[in-house]
């Protein structure tokens, strides 16, 4: 009953985290349209995050699961606890020091790390390759976003011009939130479906990624919670660094995020959603001159991958000894 309710709150809390970190951030960039109603952008995000590991399956869930550690043995399932509960400590740590962090980052290298720590074997070649999409993901929202933002300039204006536009937001935030469901997303699916399992069949081995649809009816409304209880504070930190203001750069930056997601969705790894969202925005600023561009957008990213991966895994090492040696 102990790992049960553990693995629950686990559960439960990363959802709410994830919602707050990476929800508030999809939400917040589709407000940034001009007349786009909050509740359109909310119920967009929470419907496709429920529908899309259905339509599309769960291939990135089981990425966590199955490629970066032997997780399927006596001890996989708390293994993949306490890499989950380390990559949670690190982003709050960080987060509360003001450095930039990326919780999908920081759950690769805590899974990885505590596989390492308790003595199960570790797919380095998996690793790698899920690190290296990771790696290109943002660059390639960077070129996607600035070929993109060259090309709208050059978009003739006409008197239907505001309502394609806006049909054109509307149906790039809606492939937005897709490539989220099938992607970065499915990481709160792998740790759900982790959870149900040891509630299921008590702790030991991590079993096949299943979530019923009950269950993840809840995780979504976990996930839009945390997503609106984060909004002011990311809205802000879109004001300040992230911000476009002409619609046709919003809808660019949307398309060259979902692009960059959706390439690494079909490769199976997963990336971060925020990151690439940044990199989208940052290569359409960069089309109009480098001093429109937020340098510091670019420098938080790189800072990410420096501090958040290294220290997830070192510390998910430590953590994976400890549970060794219990």
Known sequence: MGWTLAFAAAAVLFTVISGANDGATLIGLGLRFPRSPGWTAAVL?????????YVLGVTVARTFTERLAGLDTGQGAAAFLTG????????????GRGLPTSLTLAVIGGITGAGLGAGLP???????????VGAGAPLAGLALGYLLGTASRRVPSYQRMPRLVGTAHLLAYAAQCLA???NDGQKMIAVASVAIGVGRGGLGRVGPVDVPPVWMA????????????GLPRVGARLGRGLVITRPLHVVSAETAATGAV?????LGSPVSMTQSITAGVVGVAASEGARRVRWQAVVNMGTAWLVTLPSSLALGCLAGLALRLL
């Open 45 to 53: 995000l929470t419907a496709t995050l429920f529908a899309g590991p």
């Open 84 to 95: 989950v509960v380390v990559a949670v400590t690190v982003v709050a740590i960080l987060t």
């Open 122 to 132: 570790v797919s380095w070649r998996g690793v790698a390759t899920v690190l290296a």
């Open 180 to 182: 989220y469901a099938v």
């Open 218 to 229: 809840v995780l979504a409304a976990l996930f839009l919670a945390g997503a609106l209880a």
């Open 262 to 266: 959706l390439g690494s969705s079909a």
